[in-house]
């Protein structure tokens, strides 16, 4: 089964992927709450039917990266510390023949 045009099912899991604290398997959120304006409830859902634990997690917008174009007023998120350092990728791992996203028909725009 594709989801996209040569994109697998796979590579789409990876970008929203949740796993089961108990066995590690792919796991789904069947339902969500707000619980404010910053915060949500989710009820997920293991994916290994030998398993089948659910539970319940929270998904929490934590500070500010990049500014709102359209800000809420009523929403006060403050900005990252100055100190914050994003996570980032071996050089390796984002060279073109490394990275099993890679479309080999596209041109590489970075060195």
């Known amino acids: 089964m594709r989801d996209r045009e040569g994109e697998g099912l796979t590579t789409r899991m990876r970008k929203g992927?949740?796993?089961?604290?108990?066995?590690?398997?792919?796991?789904?959120?069947?339902?969500?709450?707000?619980?404010?304006?910053?915060?949500?409830?989710?009820?997920?859902?293991?994916?290994?039917?030998?398993?089948?634990?659910?539970w319940k997690a929270q998904l929490a917008a934590v500070f500010t990266l990049s500014p709102s174009a359209i800000p809420n007023p009523q929403i006060n998120l403050p900005m990252a510390p100055s100190d914050y350092v994003r996570r980032r990728y071996p050089e390796s791992a984002r060279e073109p023949g490394n990275d099993p996203g890679h479309d080999p028909r596209q041109i590489p725009m970075f060195g």
Do not use: M
Request: aromatic share 8%; net charge negative.
């Open 17 to 54: 992927f949740v796993q089961c604290p108990h066995c590690n398997a792919p796991a789904t959120i069947r339902t969500s709450e707000w619980v404010n304006e910053t915060v949500k409830d989710l009820y997920l859902i293991c994916l290994n039917t030998d398993c089948g634990h659910t």
